[in-house]
């Protein structure tokens, strides 16, 4: 997760208002129901029939959270600073928290989730909310997650997967300036079904450089919600209905390699697990679920995308569309 401190307050964004003053926001394949807007949510998508209750809470998650939970993940900086962390109790659910971003309570079903913003601003905390509670969620709701953009092309979602910092979203920016639509930003959810692949829109909000602002159209880019040094979070146009996923293209981006990106076919299956969103969830179910969407995704075009450290997002666009039109 990219880690945000903007400075910025963001405005809100529209949502659906549901009976008893509750307002529904459908991200991630959840129906999302608060009783205060979320701006980092974005536009609702359509309702998918997974309802999670989410609750403001003032004060600290830990003051109640069982001492002898597990920290099951502990990310951090390449300075050794701590970023979030993951703990899991059989009883309490999970915890996730920040020391920039507050801290999430899930209950063990992920049908409940508690939000402590501990004093953060809005964006920071909302931030870790799309960035990791939410898919997290959806992974206790049945639903896979892979650490992915994606844009819609004429055939359906294509997802771009890579580690963080690597222009997954760059690309996505890329690509929708040359007529793709924008579907999600880092995370993307997938559902398994008798068809195929189901992918469901993310947030109709992006992080991006500072320098890809300037690239998008006034169509794809409404709003400037904060922004810092390191990132804007812009409020994009964006898909928002589940579509057929048509194809993965793995960006690989190595020291010394080529400047014009060479597409080669992927048959280790351990690519596609390396991308999921986590494993800290590892029950039986969500095991077979992931397999299962090993197996469907290995009917789609998947690809490797190998390109040189020095190689612009102007020539990937430029061989990802020709990937494209080429029949994907």
């Known amino acids: 997760m990219r880690s945000p401190s903007a400075t910025n307050e963001p405005r809100s964004a529209g949502a659906e208002g549901d009976a008893g003053g509750q307002i529904r926001t459908t991200v991630f394949g959840l129906d999302v129901l608060s009783r205060a807007p979320l701006t980092l949510l974005g536009e609702s998508a359509r309702r998918a029939g997974r309802p999670l209750e989410l609750e ?7 003051s109640e959270w069982p001492v002898s939970a597990e920290l099951v993940s502990d990310e951090r900086a390449s300075d ?4 979030f962390s993951i703990e899991a109790h059989p009883d309490a659910g999970y915890l996730i928290s920040g020391p920039e971003y507050g801290s999430h309570r899930l209950t063990r079903d992920g049908q409940s989730l508690s939000c402590f913003p501990e004093s953060r601003p809005e964006d920071c905390w909302q931030r870790l909310l799309v960035a990791q509670a939410l898919p997290f969620a959806a992974l206790l709701a049945g639903l896979e997650a892979l650490h992915a953009s994606a844009v819609v092309h004429e055939r359906g979602v294509i997802a771009l997967i890579g580690p963080s910092g690597i222009g997954k979203t760059s690309l996505a920016v890329e690509l929708c300036r040359r007529g793709s639509r924008f579907f999600a930003d880092d995370v993307l959810a997938l559902e398994a079904t008798d068809k195929g692949l189901t992918a469901h829109p993310g947030t109709a909000v992006a992080s991006i450089e500072p320098r890809a602002v300037g690239h998008l159209e006034p169509a794809h880019a409404e709003d400037v919600l904060a ?3 390191r990132e804007r979070l812009v409020r994009i146009d964006s898909v928002r209905d589940p579509l057929p996923l048509a194809g993965m293209l793995f960006l690989d981006r190595r020291l010394g390699g080529p400047d014009v990106p060479v597409f080669e076919e992927v048959t280790d299956v351990r690519m596609l697990l390396a991308a999921t969103f986590n494993l800290v969830l590892r029950t039986p179910t969500r095991l077979r679920g992931l397999l ?10 998947v690809r490797r995308v190998v390109l040189g450290d020095e190689t612009s997002v102007a020539q990937l666009g430029d ?3 020709r990937w494209l039109l080429e029949g994907a």
């Open 56 to 62: 403001i809470v003032d004060g600290s998650a830990l």
């Open 80 to 83: 050794g600073r701590p970023i």
């Open 227 to 229: 922004s810092n040094s």
């Open 292 to 301: 299962d969407v090993c197996a469907l995704a290995a009917r789609l075009p």
């Open 319 to 321: 061989a990802v569309e």
